[in-house]
């Protein structure tokens, strides 16, 4: 969007700003501008109400805030327009701050929020059902390898979502972000982690989550660290598994989350032309290639086809 649309989509709300710049474009079609008025920034969030509403989001956020869950205060809401404006907590997302200095803490208060989050009773949350996340694996089927690599995944992709549903169906269930990484995570002047962008809340297996934060699409694979990641967790949460458990179902989390996205970010660009996180694939896919255990007939599929492939359409465009 331009910035002489968000102009004129606020007059519609009656609001004027000295200053307007863009901070990021959603997947979810949601488009982040920083508004300033005098001293004053906010956040200006925009959704075309013919594609959706602010409504989930500003449910949680009230009941994440009423139990002191650090989120974004919503400062007005404008329904018809698609608009809600939101105190601005700045840049400094855990991405532009993570180094391997910090990691470790910026982790674990990354962790620590999540144990939070998962403590809150939330009211209105849908539960994903095994259909609903056997449908999103199937987008990388039809739409990450059929519609932008044109190539067919055979039976052992299926065997592969099959496996990862019978070991979500056996993962422990909570309130799910759905996308708790590090681009929604924010640090503030507090030294305390934020949480953002959680419209699509929802209860679904925890693994998705932990997956979100520790299965990285911008940093290589590395279990050592992820399994001492892991421990954390398990220390600091209510929930009871074994360290083997709970690496057993963050690896099949990270295969299910990994093919939504892939088959989604890849809709995104065949759909409508939104290349912005192409340049990501290649490691969201290196990462889902090695959580797939050694013993199971898709790896080759994935090592040899896949990447390939891959490689080659992206050299292309």
């Avoid at 399994?227 to 220390?235: A, E």
Wanted: with cysteine; charged share 30%.
């Amino acid at each position: 969007m331009k910035e002489s649309q968000i102009r004129e989509i606020a007059k519609k709300c009656d609001l004027s700003f000295d200053a307007i710049a863009p901070l990021k474009d959603e997947a979810s079609g949601r488009s982040y501008w920083r508004v300033s008025r005098g001293k004053d920034s906010f956040v200006l969030c925009y959704l075309n109400p013919d594609l959706g509403d602010h409504d989930s989001f500003i449910s949680v956020a009230e009941q994440l805030k009423d139990h002191d869950i650090n989120v974004p205060e919503i400062i007005s809401h404008h329904p018809t327009v698609g608009v809600t404006i939101q105190n601005d907590l700045g840049d400094d997302d855990l991405i532009s701050l993570m180094n391997d200095q910090n990691r470790e803490f910026l982790i674990n208060k990354s962790i620590d929020l999540l144990v939070d989050i998962h403590k809150v009773d939330i009211e209105g949350l849908v539960h994903l059902s095994s259909s609903d996340l056997k449908d999103q694996m199937n987008k990388f089927k039809y739409i990450f390898c059929e519609k932008f690599l044109d190539i067919s995944a055979d039976e052992l992709v299926n065997d592969l979502i099959m496996n990862a549903l019978d070991n979500l169906h056996e993962c422990p269930k909570n309130n799910c972000h759905f996308d708790f990484e590090r681009r929604n995570l924010i640090l503030d002047d507090r030294n305390e982690v934020n949480v953002i962008d959680f419209q699509d809340m929802c209860i679904a297996p925890i693994g998705i989550d932990i997956a979100g934060i520790l299965l990285d699409h911008y940093m290589s694979f590395d279990k050592t660290i992820i399994k001492k990641d892991l421990k954390y967790f398990l220390d600091h949460s209510d929930i009871s598994l074994s360290e083997d458990d709970l690496f057993e179902f963050f690896r099949w989390s990270g295969i299910q989350r990994n093919m939504r996205i892939l088959g989604t970010l890849t809709n995104l660009y065949c759909d409508e032309g939104r290349d912005f996180r192409l340049k990501d694939l290649p490691n969201i896919l290196s990462n889902l290639t090695y959580l797939i255990p050694d013993k199971h007939n898709s790896k080759t599929f994935f090592e040899d086809i896949v990447k390939n492939k891959l490689n080659d359409r992206l050299a292309a465009l």
